[in-house]
């Protein structure tokens, strides 16, 4: 019985080879699509849950009040620590700080630092550690154990980094390395690689009693008052403890070591474990990257809809085909068929087509798996099938066989054999037509939300891209660089030599370019008041060549001279405004006295420019020589024989400072990966816009042919009464027209609520015009069109004395 | 084994009330062989259909193998139909997808016959009407008698107790129409099938035991041949 139905399945799929493409195709892409989906989504809700203890792990983070408005961090005061484990001597905690960008120097054989040394430079995963955190996190040690973490000077590296240091892990332990060549680390211990779903990537990690001699150099300071956030505190909750309980005695503690203004308006509290990979308020110091939650669910609505697409397509696509069934229903009930029966083989073939088009799906999504990196934050080794993916595909299949077998199954056992045999069914009695424009208009309107997301996506990306920050950025190669005074002192005769080489236009010294997501803040005094502004200003540190290397525009004033010794200062509009000038010319010659520095004249402001991302609006800030921070230097290069000055300032560079490895960037590209998240967002709406598109094109030639099967009749009579062709090609698109400004009226109330909320993100965006939606409608039109129009021409074309044969 | 009391069939369209059939009453035994004549529209075909329970009766009686039909429940009903009666069709109706073989084979599908069992009984019937040889080909490969052929072959797999054919040379030609009634003629007297057909046909009529002409949905005469 089962070989007989399977066989008919097959036989139907081969007869109706066109029909079973679409229903194939259709439902392949979207499982595939969401197959996809699927895997990322549950790779970024798998963060951190491999440790033992994730329920009860917490973050001891920071909000504060600087003037304007609260803000928070995830970073802590280096004396923390200590005034934690005296004030709850209960509760397991330790402390972490992580340096970017540190140099490893590794000895070619045995310990002897050579000419021949190797260098490496880890962007992130370098952190003094306490040996403490071990009782808090877990992770598997392949050599020593986290006891070695007490002394200085020790340093655990893990797997990979070993075998990259040292060729392979067994021969780490015992190793001398040398830290941004200043500190001699031993490894001690190795611990296995931690798996990519942690915002913790322990690569090298410098036992914490080192830092205490080297504070300055890793942005720590024995004080209360500077918050870095590389410096973070994790707790175990004890067993009695409550969440609450815990932050009304941080208030506590809080007010009882900050001294000063702090005391008011900072407060430490805890964030979970739980939390950490999709709290967008406290940035991602120590990970790769955080995912807001809204993102997640964004790309799960998605998956949603895509297959819901690709189900409606299927139910509307086996209904329609199943009124060419209908004198084969009919016989086999004469034959003695009850409905069970035929409602068995119904969904019997309907399993079969789709498992097949699942097989298909799971090839799509193995041959896309490489490109998934390209929308999403995965690791390149992610896996497609885990006990996840494959319950996922379970479900989506029965989901699939359930709501697009049962309903045309239902229908065709429901034929009434003797109307069967005649074929007296119609697409009316079926009563598919009122159910198939509803699902149609579902269709439409999701493709329809897809495009306008799209298009905002897209077009917000590019004002980002174009947008004008205020600085140029182009051909900027920025070289990043120590500020160890050895390396300070060749600053001046390396920038002279770069002047003198062929394609240098420009080359500054600095401490940060104007664009970044870094944030130097201090508390100020304005025209010799005698108390602070209660906000804070920003900082950004570069010699007077600054503003012509990044094309800064002045409106008032000039650039500070070259000088070693500090002298006057630049400040931007937004500056001026939050002062109170609105005439820049009359703010030149004011003082500004930065922290407990000295007072020091304005000499210029100039236009603003974007200080950090698009999403943050621009800060005041105030520009100024500081020698001893300007480590990177920044080289503005001219367009011909790029690639020969880049090369040859690459090598100027390794001669200048041998004993660090050179790891230049350009500005432009450097800016783009701000905005990694949001590309990626963008891409995924191009995608799946472009699938859902596909999808309900795929609905609605499948839909318009049987509609014209259905009507060939009707319009072999028209034509005879003397129709033309045009009139019945409108016919039959008027129809869709109006069915796609439904679904357009229905799309774009949820377009507009989805595309607006997403824009928020950003202080810099595009207005949401009408232009986007009108251009949605009418390529929705567009493509409803050619999809249709074929078909409704061949109909209107075709001679009627063929159709009015058949009776 | 067949009776009809009062039965009548008729639509209704709003106020319109159109009969189809109207107080019919109508006895067959076993071992007859009825053929039902009467002109396009007179109600044959709708008649057959409400014998062979394809079709339910708007009012009246109908009684079949002593049970009543008009009291059963769809299910008890099917049950009746699949054990007992047996349907050749006008256009054959064939399904396009199945051999000949799958064809014959698919009522025994629904009389859950093990494979074996369902094996030997094709083959007899292949034999019995020599279409062995295209056993394999599909319904559009053959000619219209032997797609009737097939079509009777697959009716009689089931050993049905009644045989019903609306118009089974409708589509054939004289020769072919021929050979299916002397095929009939042969079922009813050799193996004393009761069969009742629907037939446009004097000459085919003839075949039968009993002529029954209908007219207007109403029983205009019966003679026995």
Redo the contacts between chains.
Sequence with gaps: ?LK?YF??AW??IK?HKAYSAINVAGLAIGVAACLLIFVVVQFELSYEKFQPNYKNIYRIVLQQDLGDGISYSEGTPYPITAALRADFPQVKLAALNTAYNSQFTVPANANNFGADNKKFVEEIGVMFMQPQFFDIFKYKWLSGDASVLNAPNMVVVDRSTAKKYFGDWQSATGRVIKMDNQINLKVAGVIEDVPGNSDLPLKVLVSYATLKTHLHEYNADDSWNTVSSNHQVFMLLPANATVSNLNAQLKVFTKKHYGGNDNDHKVHFLQALSDLHYNTRFGNSLGDHITNKATIRTLSLIAVLIILMASINFINLSTAQSVGRS??V???K?????RA?LIKQSLGETTLIVLFALLIAIAIAKLALPFLKNIASVPDDISLFSIGSLLFLLTTTLVIVLISGIYPALVVSGFR??LA?KNKITAASVGGVPLRRVLVVAQFSISQLLIIGTIVAVRQMNYINSADLGFNKEAILVIPGSTDSVSLQKSAPFKAQLLQTPGVKNVTFTADQPSSQNNWTTNFYFDHNTTDKNYQTSLKFGDADYFKTFGLRFKAGHAYTQSDTTNGVVINETFAQKVGVHDYNSIIGKSVKLGNGQWRPIVGVVEDFKTNTMRDAVRPIVLVQNKKQQGIVAVKLSTSNFAGTVASVQKQWEHTYSDYAYSGYFLDQNIAEFYKQENQLALVYKIFAMIAVFISCLGLYGLVSFMVVQRTKEVGVRKVLGASVSSIVYLFSKEFMLLITISFIIATPIAYYMMNSWLQNFVFRIPLSVGVFVLAIVSSMLVAWLTVGYKAVKAALATPVKSLRSE | MLSLKNISKYYKAGNLKTSILNNINLDVDAGEFVSIMGPSGSGKSTLL?II?M??EPTDGYHYFLNQPIHQLKEKQR?AL??ENIG?V?Q?Y??????TVY?NI???L???NIKSDERKALVADMLDRFQIVGKKDLFPSQLSGGQQQLVGIA?ALI?SPKLLLADEPTGNLNSKQGDEIMELFKKLNKEEGMTIIQVTHSEKNAEYGSRIINLLDGTVESSKNV
């Design positions: 019985m007989n066989k008919i036989r139907n007869r004198k084969e009919g016989i086999r004469v034959l003695g068929s009850s029966q054999p003797v045999l | 259909n062979g394809l079709d099917q139909y699949k349907f069709f256009a109706h064939l399904i396009d997808e199945l799958e084979e698919t009522p599908l629904y009389h697959r089931v």
